[in-house]
């Protein structure tokens, strides 16, 4: 019984969604704007309000996901492997108030929602910006970066599963930014000293810890949906080769930006979607002249075509912003949601019809 509602909560059909980084600091602001515009069959947000300071950075946020290990806040940036310091305290009590808000806000909802997309930093991305109590960064030693890699995992399931608890919620997407990926692989990320660089780490071992630390993530209860959505950015010269190593390790639902795209990364978009894979493609700038309809559903679809992608295929298309909120005013936010949600259901009657 339980598989068969699992089963019918995944979706198929195309959608429009967000990043999750928007301005201000009033969070219940934030989910009238959310669950207005990016209700079903779109695919709401769980915010983040970096505004609120200390905490509510995305290194902070995605550091209290850490199972069993404590950190502090140093001038150097977020240390671990210590007893929570005032500003740890602080970014779980913040963590703690979204959860129980999301949970007050869905339960007056008329109608349970079951889905919700999630952001935190890719694992890579939080290893690379962590400090050990020597000051130096956690992906220098072997042992600590397997450790952070391994509790973060276990974190961000938990956290999850409380949020499965709390809440009507069976449908988790969850988008792992990773803007320091290419520079961990390739031996670029500065020492605390700002002197020389790291090593590059083995592609080996980058491959297989991401595996692990995916099936730690999607090997949950079984009346739970996971899907990982990774973000790296796109304008990378090298990210056809970044992508092979995610795809290896079990990652199949990629962020892009056209902007940044060249015919080799569509083909490799073209192989991932005729492999069961999904994209999430930033189709408009927030606060920016948006296309009419018609002109931005051609735009979508020019590649789309050119790739010969079926239209049936269609429904591995999500629409997002290019860009997160956390600049706009709310009036901006709302109208690029309702732009998108648009040309999402635009393209689904397209995919509909075909």
């Not at 198929?12 to 989910?31: L, R, S």
């Not at 499965?164 to 919620?169: D, E, G, H, P």
């Amino acid at each position: 019984m339980l598989k068969q509602e699992n089963q019918a909560v995944l979706r198929q059909d195309v959608y429009a969604t967000a990043f999750c980084q928007f301005p201000g600091t009033d969070p219940m602001a934030i989910h009238e704007v959310v669950r207005g515009e990016l209700g079903e069959p779109n695919l709401a947000v769980f915010p983040q309000l970096p505004d609120r300071g200390v905490g509510a950075d995305a290194v902070g946020r995605s550091a209290t996901m850490l199972a069993e290990l404590g950190f502090d806040l140093q001038p150097h940036g977020w240390r671990v492997g210590t007893p929570d310091g005032i500003d740890a305290r602080r970014a779980r009590s913040i963590l703690r108030s979204d959860e129980n808000l999301l949970a007050d806000v869905l339960g007056a909802e008329s109608k349970p929602a079951q889905r919700l997309k999630l952001s935190v930093l890719g694992p890579w991305t939080l290893a690379a910006s962590l400090y050990l109590a020597n000051g130096e960064r956690v992906i220098s030693d072997h042992g600590a970066r397997r450790d952070i890699i391994e509790s973060y995992a276990h974190g961000i399931s938990e956290h999850l599963q409380r949020l499965a608890r709390i809440t009507s919620l069976r449908d988790f997407t969850l988008q792992l930014d990773e803007p320091l990926f290419g520079a961990v692989l390739d031996g670029t990320v500065s020492t605390a000293s700002g002197y020389r660089t790291l090593r590059s780490i083995p592609r080996a071992e980058v491959r297989s810890s991401y595996a692990q630390f995916l099936e730690v993530l999607s090997g949950q209860d079984p009346y739970r949906q996971f899907t990982s959505l990774l973000n790296l950015p796109t304008g990378d010269e090298r990210w056809i080769e970044r992508v092979e190593i995610l795809h290896q390790a079990g990652a199949d639902t990629l962020v892009i930006d056209p902007e940044g795209m060249t015919n080799a990364k569509w083909e490799r978009i073209a192989g991932l979607v005729e492999g069961g894979g999904r994209v999430f493609l930033q189709a408009l700038a927030p606060g920016a002249r948006a296309p009419g309809v018609v002109q931005a559903v051609k735009t979508i679809l020019r590649p789309w075509r050119q790739l010969g992608l079926g239209l049936e295929q269609l429904g591995a298309l999500t629409l997002m912003p290019r860009g997160d909120f956390s600049t706009c005013t709310s009036t901006q936010a709302i109208g690029t949601l309702q732009h998108l949600a648009s040309y999402a259901q635009a393209l689904e009657q397209t995919r509909v019809d075909a």
